[in-house]
């Protein structure tokens, strides 16, 4: 019922995925390098293009102290060239020691953004989980209904909490719209506060209206509608409208809490991001390599002609690359819950997750014909072959086709009979 106002990248042969995008990794070499839209590019454009004018202007002085001061004579050619080898070779020193740095940064932020991926599956997939359960042990279509809303609407209040944790998603400076992204979609408005969440959820019927006013109230939301379903289970229980009301009372609590861990697992992770002095080291170490960048490459144009220039360029764009992903992609993985391309489209989870469970639970009312799906559908086997399903809709064939074959591969170890089965005892209750 609600949509990322934000527009996610328009990738050709590329879907989303609960954790960024999928692709194809045994793709041909061209395929992968020609896919710009997904590879940060854009997100580092500002510094790539400021690095490129700042060679260009280099390469350029270059060109004029050695066209116009006499060449490889030019006193001012030759103070300059010293400055870019005595930079280039502190960029050298400086460059494993970013390396490393940068690389234990993007393993930890891979860690946590993997962990997240797996806590998100656990919370909306779980609701799927649970209403398998609730359909095969809950005979009342009302209390299914009801127990499915409660599930739907904690993952709608997580859903807005993980929107609007990182307020400033954009970094802009404020809160707006935009970085919450979520569109009432009767209206087509965007919802831009928790009041208007919240009675959005109210006229869609997620929540009732004294549901909706504890929820205003609440310290964290999310919980609420985990424990009213336990509390609904509980009742359920009570009434005698669960199936085995021991074991799937357990089930359902246990499935239930696992999703609630692993909900509150995920707003830990926010609220404890890397440490900021680690942080901030790895950003003034980055910031200050790209910015030394350009005059580093300088070095490598030391014969003052059209190929050494074109590896200047190149080897500015390169390293600024290197530089600057591995910073904008750790940031991004440390909140993924926004509209960047290794975010999680937690929107288009909720509202599957809802579509499923819905389907799930009128099945037996849509499907009276399927037998698994209707009561004291199996019949023992009085011919001595087993336990085999004889009842209108299952496929005898099959199921005489695989005991048969388990009768003539499986070793038989009894001394009475031949280990080789024949046709004269396939009637022999004895032997089976």
């Not at 293009?49 to 202007?57: A, K, R």
């Not at 209403?131 to 095969?136: E, K, P, Q």
């Not at 127990?147 to 944790?165: D, E, G, K, M, N």
């Not at 009312?365 to 072959?385: F, R």
Request: charged share 20%; glycine share 6%.
């Amino acid at each position: 019922f609600f949509s990322a106002t934000t527009s996610m990248p328009d990738l050709k042969g590329v879907s989303r995925s609960l954790a960024g995008f999928l692709y194809n990794p045994g793709a041909p070499t061209w395929r992968v390098l020609t896919n710009i839209k997904a590879s940060g590019i854009k997100d580092i454009k500002k510094p790539l293009i400021y690095n490129l004018l700042v060679s260009l202007s280099f390469i350029a002085l270059q060109v004029c102290l050695y066209e116009l001061d006499g060449g490889t004579n030019s006193q001012t050619l030759q103070d300059f060239q010293q400055v870019a080898d005595a930079a280039f070779r502190y960029y050298r020193l400086l460059f494993p020691f970013v390396s490393i740095v940068g690389g234990f940064f993007i393993h930890t932020a891979f860690v946590r953004w993997w962990k997240m991926r797996d806590d998100t599956r656990v919370v909306f997939g779980g609701g799927m989980d649970a209403s398998m359960l609730i359909s095969a042990v809950v005979p009342e279509m009302r209390v299914k209904e009801e127990l499915v809303r409660y599930i739907s609407a904690a993952q709608a209040l997580l859903l807005w909490q993980l929107r609007t944790f990182i307020a400033d998603k954009d970094g802009d400076g404020d809160q707006d719209e935009e970085d919450i992204g979520i569109r009432d979609e009767g209206t087509g408005k965007l919802i831009t506060t928790h009041t208007q969440f919240l009675d959005n959820l109210q006229e869609r019927g997620t929540l009732t209206p004294a549901e909706r006013q504890v929820i205003q109230n609440a310290k964290a939301p999310f919980h609420m509608p985990f424990q009213w379903f336990l509390s609904a289970v509980a009742d359920a229980a009570e009434r005698g409208d669960l199936d085995e009301p021991i074991s799937s009372h357990f089930l359902l609590s246990h499935k239930i809490s696992k999703m609630r861990g692993q909900a509150t697992h995920l707003l830990m992770h926010l609220s404890t991001p890397i440490p900021f002095s680690y942080f901030y080291m790895m950003r003034c170490v980055t910031f200050a390599t790209v910015v030394l960048t350009p005059l580093a490459m300088v070095a490598l144009g030391s014969t003052y002609r059209a190929p050494s220039y074109v590896i200047e360029a190149v080897g500015t764009l390169l390293a600024t690359y290197f530089m600057e992903i591995m910073w904008v992609v750790a940031i991004s993985m440390a909140d993924p819950f926004g509209f960047d391309s290794c975010d999680f489209p937690i929107d288009k989870d909720w509202n599957t997750s809802e579509q499923v469970m819905m389907q799930q639970i009128t099945a037996p009312h849509k499907t009276p014909d399927i037998p698994s799906l209707s009561k004291g559908h199996v019949e023992q086997n009085a011919a001595g072959l087993g336990l085999i399903p004889r009842c209108s809709g299952w496929a005898p064939d099959f199921f005489e086709a695989y005991t048969l074959r388990n009768a003539f591969f499986t070793p038989h170890t009894s001394p009475v009979y031949s280990s080789t089965p024949n046709a004269s005892m396939l009637g022999d209750s004895h032997y089976w």
